[in-house]
């Protein structure tokens, strides 16, 4: 999609000159894609209380995006890492999917069910707040068109254009606007009431912060830092869960709790 013929200081006036237009997200993914070899984008918005809003995406293999309107949209972006970042409020800049992502991220069943389906080997980000309760995410990867990760010289040249990747997307989007606070309270609330009503399973609130936790990709070590209790605690919520839940392992967790995340 980038032109070759095009320098990059060229195609970073363009995406200054189309700011507040709809062109800005095409030329801000040109002018990266001369910096640095992509083989996808993905550029969307986490609010509060509301689904993510997808601005532009693109990929060298549909897989990629296959499933982004379908899963990702409607349930799997709870359970997704970057999506924590916006939950944690982390600071403005450049993020490495492995070097964030829970210790467990790679066996659970997100991964296998959606995020391994897109052929992303290797995934960075520029998270930036261009208003209140929403983060802005220009999402980058490496999938099975080149299969290769980033090299050390690409995540330098990266990091180096963050500053200025953070301060457009806070241009670009500084009308957004998200009501409420965002927390896993209320996704919790949420899980149990419908838990309850729909299949008559009724789980404490820890029981249901264990259960999310374990499906976003969590070790019980990793649980037990998060939740403040000792691993010997997070086992005994882990059993009760499971006997409460009638279940025997996360891929079964995964096919009961995901359906009631939309």
């Given at each position: 999609m980038t032109d070759p013929q095009i320098s990059a200081e060229a195609h970073l006036g363009a995406a200054i000159s189309a700011l507040g237009e709809d062109g800005f997200t095409a030329h801000l993914y040109q002018w990266l894609g001369q910096c640095f070899e992509v083989d996808n984008v993905t550029i969307l918005a986490f609010f509060q209380t509301r689904q993510p809003e997808i601005f532009f995406h693109h990929a060298k293999v549909s897989h990629v995006h296959e499933k982004l309107e379908s899963d990702y949209l409607s349930f799997a972006y709870l359970l997704d890492p970057f999506h924590e970042l916006h939950v944690m409020q982390e600071p403005e800049g450049l993020y490495r999917l492995r070097d964030f992502a829970?210790?467990?991220?790679?066996?659970?069943?997100?991964?296998?069910?959606?995020?391994?389906?897109?052929?992303?080997?290797?995934?960075?980000?520029?998270?930036?707040?261009?208003?209140?309760?929403?983060?802005?995410?220009?999402?980058?990867?490496?999938?099975?068109?080149?299969?290769?990760?980033?090299?050390?010289?690409?995540?330098?040249?990266?990091?180096?254009?963050?500053?200025?990747?953070?301060?457009?997307?806070?241009?670009?989007?500084q009308n957004l606007s998200a009501s409420g606070d965002y927390t896993d309270d209320s996704l919790v609330t949420r899980v149990r009431a419908r838990l309850a009503s729909q299949h008559d399973i009724h789980l404490s609130p820890r029981q249901c912060e264990t259960a999310l936790l374990i499906l976003r990709g969590h070790s019980t070590m990793s649980i037990s830092l998060r939740l403040n209790i000792s691993a010997q605690t997070v086992k005994v919520f882990r059993k009760q869960l499971y006997r409460r839940c009638k279940i025997s392992s996360q891929a079964e967790l995964f096919s009961l709790i995901t359906p009631i995340l939309t």
């Open positions: 829970p210790d467990q991220f790679k066996r659970n069943e997100y991964f296998a069910k959606y995020y391994a389906r897109t052929t992303l080997i290797d995934e960075i980000a520029y998270v930036a707040y261009p208003a209140r309760g929403v983060s802005v995410h220009v999402c980058l990867g490496r999938d099975a068109s080149s299969r290769r990760m980033f090299s050390a010289a690409d995540m330098r040249t990266a990091q180096n254009l963050s500053a200025i990747v953070c301060s457009l997307i806070r241009k670009q989007w």
